[in-house]
Structure formats: structure tokens, C-alpha cells
């Protein structure tokens, strides 16, 4: 009766357990099956293959030291497969086909989960992820959850870079990123006129190659827009780098720097700045003295000639009457 019980709590195990993590990347659930058989329980003196795995699972799925150790470099999975069987196995010769109470269980699950958490955590460590995005293999770290490894967990779409250009000068971009690339590469470069965007649909693709430059030699206004650029390997996507361009037209740069000039010259309300303009010297009094009498002198001798004038001109005309009168 206790065989057929220990036999159906083994796969009900089987069926239901979860995952254990490190633990169970590297240790087969028969291995741990065999390991917890004699598993028995100090208060009711029974074997309990439920509590077994609640151990392990306690002490190793569920142990954030365990998870933070497992999390090794690329090719260091094999050295920690090691680690783990060196701890385990030892166990599974000791407790196969032998009762053994919960508290010697607990102490030697311990010490090995302790053990694999101090050899472990001598491993290289991934200090590849650049962020903010691209799919970077190279930086990828192992994960005891999925037992593989996985790449950095950023979206392949970058943020849009803004570049404003004037017209008329050249304008460059480059697909560069700060993470390893593969040594085959094939850039695509496309581009959205007048507007800024990521949405893919409305790109029109402009050069295929492993050019990492495109460069407008004279940038227009028909240049206006947003440029992307695509990086694949093996015809999978690595990268989108996202670049959107201003032009900037003389007529309204030039216009631009006048007006920022005189807004500079205005303090507020409207008044010129007083250090701005450079102070006249005002004319002295003797000038103005001398001034105003040759203006006063040259009005006297203007009335004086026009009187005189008009005086001669009344006596010529006197004399003539009486020369006529005389001749009548």
C-alpha cells in the first residue's frame, strides 16, 4: 500500500510540478524522482514525494541567490551544468533506496544550494546590453527560468534622432550602433517625405547595400522627412535607426537672425537699450549764441535790402509821373 501511494504521489509530480529552475535545467525529474523517495516526514513518520519537491523547489526555483548566480555569460552554461551535478549527484547516491527524515534533507539541500551559489557567482558575468535598443546577441545572459539564453530584452526601433539643415548644404547619417555586429551586414536605408515617423508603411526604400553613410550633398526642401535605417544579418532584422530632417530655407534663416538681433536690442516694452546707441556730445552755448545772431542778422539785413528795395522802386515811380504831368 505505501509503494502504490509513493507511486501515484511520483506522478502526480510528474504531471504538475513546475519547473525548478536552475535546478531542473540540469537535473532530470527521474534523477529527482529517485532523490526524493525516502523522502520521510519527521511528524507523521511517512514518505511525502510532495514536500520533497516543495524543498527543492524552495530552496532552488525559488531562491533569488540561485537565479542571480545562474545568470552566466555566453558559453559558461556547460561549467554551470557542472556545478549543479557536482552538488546533486553526490545526494542522489546517498538518499537512493533509503528513508531518510526531512531534516537531514534540508540540511544537505541547503549546503548544495549554498555551494552552487558561491561557484556560480565566479562565473563571467554579461555586462554586454547596450540600451536603448537592437536585437544584441552578444550580450546575451543565460536564464535558469527558460534554461536557455536569451538576447537583450529591447525593441529593434530606436528613437527618432532630430537634425535640422539648412538649405543648400550637405547633410550626412550614419547607421552606427554602440553594440557588436555580426561580421556580415546589410544595411537598407528608406525614407518618409515630410513627416516623422516610425510606421514602416510609409517608408520607400532608397539604397540597398552595406553602405553605413547616406549623405544628401545639397539639402532641399523636398529633403525634409524621416530616413531609416535597417540593419539585418541572415536576412533577420538587428536594428532601425531613425533619423528626421528639418530644412531650414535661407530667405527664413536669414529673416530668423534678424529678428532675434533686434529682439535683443529691445528691452521689455519696447524701448532700445540706451547702451546700445552711442551719446552725441550736445552743441555748446557759445555756439548756439553765435548761431542764433548770425541767423538774426542775416534776417535784418533781408528786411533792411527788401525795404530799400521798395523805397527805390516808389521814387522811380513818383518821377515818372511827374514827367508826365510836366509834358502835358
Not at 12 to 23: A, D, H, M
Request: glycine share 6%; aromatic share 10%; with cysteine.
Amino acid at each position: 500500500m505505501a509503494f502504490l501511494f509513493a507511486l501515484s504521489s511520483v506522478c502526480f509530480t510528474l504531471v504538475f510540478q513546475p519547473s525548478l529552475g536552475c535546478y531542473d535545467c540540469f537535473i532530470t525529474v527521474e534523477e529527482s524522482t529517485s532523490m526524493c523517495l525516502g523522502y520521510m516526514m519527521t511528524e507523521h513518520n511517512r514518505i511525502n514525494l510532495d514536500n520533497c519537491f516543495a524543498t527543492l523547489k524552495r530552496l532552488f526555483t525559488d531562491n533569488p541567490q540561485v537565479i542571480e548566480a545562474g545568470r552566466v555569460g555566453k558559453g559558461s552554461d556547460s561549467q554551470l551544468k557542472k556545478i549543479m551535478q557536482a552538488q546533486i549527484q553526490p545526494l542522489l547516491k546517498e538518499f537512493k533506496n533509503k528513508k531518510t527524515y526531512d531534516t537531514v534533507y534540508e540540511e544537505k539541500l541547503q549546503t548544495a544550494a549554498d555551494n552552487f551559489i558561491a561557484a556560480a557567482s565566479k562565473l563571467p558575468r554579461v555586462t554586454g546590453c547596450i540600451p536603448p535598443c537592437g536585437f544584441q546577441m552578444q550580450g546575451k545572459v543565460y536564464d535558469c527560468i527558460s534554461c536557455m539564453y536569451d538576447s537583450c530584452s529591447f525593441q529593434l526601433d530606436c528613437p527618432v534622432k532630430r537634425i535640422t539643415a539648412a538649405e543648400n548644404t550637405p547633410t550626412q547619417m550614419w547607421c552606427n550602433v554602440q553594440f557588436p555586429l555580426p561580421s556580415s551586414t546589410e544595411i537598407i536605408w528608406r525614407f518618409a517625405e515630410q513627416v516623422e515617423t516610425q510606421d514602416i508603411d510609409k517608408f520607400e526604400q532608397i539604397t540597398v547595400g552595406e553602405d553605413k553613410l547616406y549623405s544628401i550633398p545639397s539639402t532641399r526642401m523636398h529633403h525634409q522627412g524621416t530616413y531609416q535605417c535597417e540593419i539585418y544579418s541572415k536576412k533577420s532584422s538587428i536594428v532601425r535607426l531613425y533619423y528626421y530632417i528639418t530644412v531650414t530655407p535661407h530667405v527664413v534663416e536669414g529673416h530668423s537672425e534678424l529678428q532675434e538681433i533686434f529682439e535683443l536690442s529691445l528691452l521689455p516694452g519696447g524701448r532700445l537699450h540706451m547702451e546700445s546707441v552711442a551719446p552725441q556730445p550736445l552743441p555748446s552755448l557759445v555756439l548756439i549764441a553765435i548761431c542764433f545772431t548770425s541767423l538774426l542778422l542775416l534776417l535784418i539785413l533781408s528786411l533792411g535790402t527788401l525795404f530799400l528795395l521798395s523805397k527805390a522802386e516808389r521814387t522811380n515811380g513818383n518821377e515818372r509821373t511827374s514827367g508826365i504831368e510836366d509834358l502835358g
